[in-house]
C-alpha cells in the first residue's frame, strides 16, 4: 500500500492500539467486535490511503472518533500536520491524551463540530465511516484550499451516493477512485477523491450578446 513504516512507526502503532483498547472499556471507541481487529482492519484501512496525501499536506480527519484514520497517518507520516476534529468531548478527552503519550507533535486535537469552525485551509480531508456523503462534502468544502481534495473512505457502492448536482453546485470534481483488498482483513475499498475547483467563471461569448457560459465541474468517476 505504499506505506514505509519504520520501527519506531510500529511500536507507536502499537502503543496506540493497547491504549485504545484500555480507553474502549471505559468509553465507546470502537465496537466490541473490532476490538480484536483494530490493526488488522482499522489500522491497515487508516494507513491504505498514504499515497495519497502529498507531502507536507495541512490534513484534517473529521469526525475522528477514536483517531482513525488520523492518528495512524500522523504517526506513519510525520510531514503532515494532522487535525483531529471531533465533537464528543469524552472522545477528545482520548485522542488528546494519546497525542501527548505518543509524542505527536504533528496532531492537534479540535474538539467541536465541524460546522462550527471557521475556515481551517486544509490541503487534503479525510472522512471515513461517518454520515452521508452530501452532508460530509457540504461541511468539508469550507475547509479546503482551492485545489485541495477530500478523501472518502468507501465501498464500490459509493458511486449512487455521488450526485452530479451536489458536486457541482460545491464545485467538485471527482479526480481519482481507487479500489483494492485491504491486506489481512480481505475487506474490499474503494477511496474516492476529490478536489475543490476554483469557483466558476462567466464571461460573454461574445461583445454585447449578453449570454454567459459557466465552467462546469466534470461528471462521473475516474478510475486509476
Keep these: 500500500m505504499g506505506v514505509a513504516a519504520t520501527e519506531e512507526h ?8 493497547e491504549t485504545l ?3 474502549n472499556s471505559k468509553i465507546n471507541l470502537v465496537s466490541r467486535k473490532d476490538v480484536h481487529r483494530i490493526f488488522t482492519y482499522h489500522i491497515v484501512d487508516s494507513l491504505a490511503v498514504t499515497f495519497l496525501i ?17 492518528v495512524p497517518l500522523a504517526i506513519v507520516r510525520p510531514d503532515i500536520h494532522m487535525l483531529l476534529i471531533e465533537s464528543i468531548r469524552k472522545k477528545c478527552r482520548f485522542l488528546d ?12 486535537v479540535i474538539s467541536e463540530r465541524v460546522e462550527a469552525l ?19 462534502l457540504k461541511y468539508a468544502v469550507p475547509h479546503l484550499k482551492i485545489m485541495g481534495t ?25 479526480v481519482r477512485t481507487v479500489d483494492l483488498t485491504l491486506p489481512l482483513s ?7 477523491v476529490l478536489q475543490l475547483e476554483e469557483k466558476a467563471q462567466t464571461h460573454n461569448t461574445s461583445a454585447g450578446s449578453g449570454k ?13
Excluded: H, M
Design 10 to 17: 510500529y511500536d507507536l502503532l502499537i502503543r496506540y492500539i
Design 21 to 23: 483498547r484500555e480507553w
Design 54 to 70: 502529498p507531502k507536507n499536506a495541512r490534513t484534517a480527519d473529521i469526525g475522528t472518533g477514536a483517531g482513525l484514520p488520523g
Design 97 to 108: 491524551f494519546v497525542v501527548s503519550e505518543l509524542g505527536l507533535k504533528n496532531a492537534e
Design 118 to 136: 471557521k475556515p481551517l485551509g486544509c490541503d487534503v480531508i479525510l472522512s471515513r465511516l461517518t454520515g452521508p456523503l452530501p452532508k460530509i
Design 150 to 174: 477530500i478523501i472518502i473512505y468507501k465501498t464500490q457502492k459509493v458511486s449512487a451516493e455521488l450526485d452530479p448536482k451536489t458536486l457541482q453546485k460545491l464545485n467538485l470534481t471527482v
Design 186 to 192: 480481505l475487506i474490499p475499498r474503494r477511496f474516492v
Design 212 to 224: 454567459e457560459t459557466s465552467f462546469r465541474a466534470r461528471r462521473g468517476i475516474s478510475s486509476r
